[in-house]
């Protein structure tokens, strides 16, 4: 389909009663911000108009220089399924400029797109598929969340186990009038655990899909009296929550990871990105996996993916290839969680995938028994590593790889180390409940 134009805007604006547009972009952690202005101010939105305060955003610029621009991409224009008063609400996507109009180092969009870019230059378009997965709590009588749970369903199971297949019902009809195409919904493994699948797309568009799928569902769930987290781990014992990302790379219609004559018709340019995922696994996990809570759930027993190790066959590596073929050949690269900045961990997946075609990396054997089951001398006799087992052994791996730096750029690298490490200061001095369980009577 066609992009969007500013007049295609303008008229849809018209023709559906909007009365307000939300103007959305991320700040570098991840969290949706937004800035709300009358449908009057649509025309001068999109002509680049807008100014805000930029001093204001996590990891944005100090407050000596706080004024930036606003650029909606109008090909990001959709209409959120409720209303205001008798009219609708819009949304785009927003890029953000320095007032000189030059893009903004520390615009996440901006980042994906440098990416994107340099894949183009040579001769590809990534197209990814994520696998969001959260929880659907209860809120207590005040209505603050909870992580309280009447549910009791499985993978798989239906009403009335499933406590929550109504919300979930609502949260596909909303997404689906918005545009996207859904593929699957269902509940996931742990209690109150439910995964949402949509349709694959380019870099761009899959990133702006997942902040507004998050956004979406977190509206709905709460329109139900539930809370809906994508918190990665927010029950000990059970499964966390996951964002598997399917990945490919096309030239043309061609995708570029399918070659018929290849070992298990895959593409050298197909194992070369596997090597490239590989060898940056440890550098990328800081942002695919960006809180203290992430590594609660990159653990054994739970499905997560701990080891750095790749199969055509098991789900206990990091990168599975499904066995689809043709045009729907992709790899899965399983640790990623739903706390992260999309834009950027798909510019850290893409740089590193394209580092291995660039060099040719090869990855080593494929892994097609149980990681889980091998001791950690056959693993070590396998050459299988880990991943990182906190946030703090994450950033000093990020900070020591010029080539995932390079895809944040110096701004947000600097800006989001600097975040994590006090993130990871607070976590780190305090007293938690289970040291006082452990210690208090015991010492």
């Known amino acids: ?76 224009f959709a209409i959120f399924p409720w209303t205001v008063g008798n009219g609708t609400v819009g949304r785009l996507m927003c890029d953000i400029y320095n007032p000189d109009g030059t893009p903004f180092e520390g615009c996440p969009r901006h980042a994906l797109k440098k990416v994107l870019a340099e894949a183009k230059e040579l001769g590809f378009t990534m197209m990814a598929g994520p696998e969001p997965e959260f929880f659907l709590f209860n809120r207590d009588e005040t209505g603050r969340p909870t992580t309280n749970t009447y549910d009791g369903a499985g993978y798989f199971d239906l009403s009335p186990v499933d406590l929550g297949e109504e919300a979930r019902r609502d949260m596909v009809l909303a997404l689906q009038s918005m545009g996207f195409e859904i593929e699957a919904s269902h509940h996931e493994v742990a209690p109150a655990q439910h995964e949402i699948d949509f349709r694959y797309a380019d870099g761009l568009k899959t990133a ?3 902040a507004t799928f998050k956004f979406v569902v977190r509206v709905v769930a709460q329109r139900h009296g539930l809370n809906a987290t994508f918190m990665p781990k927010p029950v000990f014992g059970v499964n966390g929550s996951g964002m598997h990302t399917h990945q490919s790379l096309f030239r043309g219609d061609e995708n570029a990871f399918y070659d018929p004559n290849g070992r298990n018709q895959l593409s050298d340019v197909a194992l070369y990105y596997v090597g490239g995922l590989m060898k940056h696994a440890r550098a990328f996990t800081a942002i695919t996996n960006p809180t203290v809570n992430s590594y609660k759930r990159l653990v054994p027993g739970y499905e997560a993916p701990c080891y750095i190790a790749w199969s055509e066959r098991n789900r206990s590596p990091l990168v599975r290839v499904p066995a689809a073929r043709g045009k729907k050949t992709r790899i899965e690269l399983r640790s990623p969680d739903p706390s992260c900045n999309p834009y950027l961990a798909l510019a850290v997946m893409l740089k590193a995938g394209l580092d291995g075609i660039k060099n040719k990396i090869l990855p080593p054997e494929p892994v097609n028994k149980n990681i889980y089951a091998l001791s950690p001398a056959e693993r070590k006799e396998a ?60 010492f």
């Open 208 to 210: 702006d899909n997942i």
């Open 1 to 76: 389909m066609p992009a969007l134009t500013k007049e295609d805007v303008l008229k849809q604006a018209r023709e559906h009663d909007v009365k307000f547009i939300h103007l959305q972009f991320t700040d570098i952690t991840g969290v949706l911000k937004n800035v709300a202005i009358p449908v009057e101010q649509l025309e001068a939105a999109l002509d680049g108009e807008l100014m805000f305060d930029g001093s204001s955003i996590e990891g944005f610029v100090r407050i000596e220089e706080s004024d930036m621009y606003l650029r909606p991409d109008p090909s990001t």
């Open 383 to 442: 050459g299988i590593e880990s991943l990182p087992g906190s946030l703090a052994e994450a950033l000093d791996e990020l900070e020591n790889d010029p080539v995932i730096l390079e895809a944040l750029g110096p701004h947000i690298s600097q800006r989001f180390v600097e975040a994590k490490r006090i993130e990871w200061d607070i976590y780190r001095t305090q007293v938690h409940k289970w040291e006082i369980d452990q210690y208090l009577m015991v």
